[in-house]
C-alpha cells in the first residue's frame, strides 16, 4: 500500500471507486495535529488527509502546529504529500481559478517552529528544489491522465499572514520573481524534508494579489467558481496519482538528512 498524505483537497468521497477507511487522532512529541487524519483507499494508494486549519477552518496559517501535522505523517508511514492551498495570483498570466504545480519558493515568515531539530542536534537540509521532482512529475501526469489543467512551475512567496499583503509589498514580491503568494507553505515543505517526505504543492489561484488587478473588484460568483474548479482539479489529480504511483521512490526525498547533521 502506496501512503500518500493530502493536505487540504476536501471531497473526496465523491471520487469513483474511493473507500473511507477511518479516521486516526494523533498525538505527537510537538503536539496534536490540525485535525484528525482520514484515510481513503484507491488502487493501490492509501491517502490520508488532514485540514491543515482544522475542521472548523479556526487555525490561522501563522498558528498551525506544523510540525505536529508532518510528524503524525511520518507516525502513518506516509511517503508523500501532495498539498492543495488557495493563493492570490502574482503572475497576470494566472487566471483566477488556475491550478499551479509550484516550482520553487521563498519564504518570509517569522516566528513560526520550523524544524524538529530545536536542540540535541544541529540539521541543515537542503532546500535548493524544495519539491520533490519526481512526486512534480507524477502530479503532472496524473493531472494529464484526467484532463486538469495544471501550470507548471511558478514561485511561491510565503508571507506570515494573518493579514493580506499591502500592494508595494506584491510589487516587491513580482520583482524578486515570485508568481503567486499563500501563508502556508512554510514551514511545512521544509518539514517535510526533514522528515524525508517527498512534497508536491498545488494551488489553485483563488484572486489576483493586492494591486494586481486593481481596476476590477473580485465577485463572490468568481471565487465560489474557483473554489468548484479547484475542487475538480484536486479529486482528479489524487485519482490519476492512484493509477500511476509506484510503492519505490527514486528521489533523494528518502535520505535527505544523509549529510544534514552538522553536530561535531
Ligand atoms: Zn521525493
Redesign the pocket.
Known amino acids: 500500500m502506496i501512503k500518500v498524505g493530502i493536505i487540504g483537497g476536501s471531497g473526496l468521497e465523491s471520487i469513483d471507486g474511493m473507500v473511507f477507511d477511518g479516521e486516526t487522532a494523533l498525538d505527537t512529541p510537538f503536539g496534536a495535529p490540525s485535525s484528525p487524519y482520514r484515510a481513503y483507499g484507491l488502487g493501490d494508494c492509501l491517502f490520508y488527509v488532514i485540514s491543515r486549519h482544522g475542521d472548523r477552518h479556526v487555525i490561522p496559517p501563522h498558528s498551525v502546529n506544523y510540525r505536529a501535522n508532518i510528524y503524525g505523517f511520518k507516525l502513518l508511514g506516509v511517503t508523500?504529500i501532495v498539498t492543495f492551498s488557495a493563493v492570490g495570483g502574482i503572475n497576470p498570466a494566472y487566471g483566477t481559478g488556475s491550478l499551479v504545480l509550484a516550482g520553487n519558493a521563498i519564504d518570509f515568515t517569522g516566528g513560526r517552529a520550523n524544524s524538529f531539530y530545536d536542540e540535541g542536534s544541529c540539521v541543515h537540509v537542503d532546500l535548493t528544489c524544495p519539491f520533490?521532482?519526481?512526486?512534480r512529475e507524477d502530479v503532472k501526469k496524473a493531472a494529464g491522465l484526467k484532463g486538469a489543467e495544471l501550470i507548471d512551475g511558478g514561485v511561491y512567496v510565503c508571507t506570515n499572514g494573518p493579514r493580506f499583503e499591502t500592494a508595494a509589498e506584491i510589487k516587491m514580491f513580482a520583482a524578486m520573481g515570485a508568481d503567486m503568494v499563500g501563508m502556508t507553505m512554510f514551514p511545512e515543505v521544509s518539514l517535510a524534508r526533514e522528515a524525508e517526505i517527498?512534497?508536491a504543492s498545488v494551488n489553485v489561484v483563488t484572486n489576483p494579489a493586492a494591486g494586481v488587478a486593481a481596476e476590477r473588484a473580485l465577485t463572490a460568483d468568481e471565487v465560489t467558481e474557483a473554489g468548484a474548479g479547484a475542487a475538480e482539479g484536486a479529486r482528479n489529480i489524487i485519482s490519476g496519482l492512484s493509477e500511476i504511483l509506484k510503492e519505490e521512490?527514486g528521489?533523494?526525498?528518502?535520505d535527505a538528512l544523509k549529510g544534514s547533521f552538522a553536530d561535531k
Open positions: 508523500r520533490c521532482p519526481d512526486l517527498c512534497y521512490r528521489c533523494r526525498c528518502k
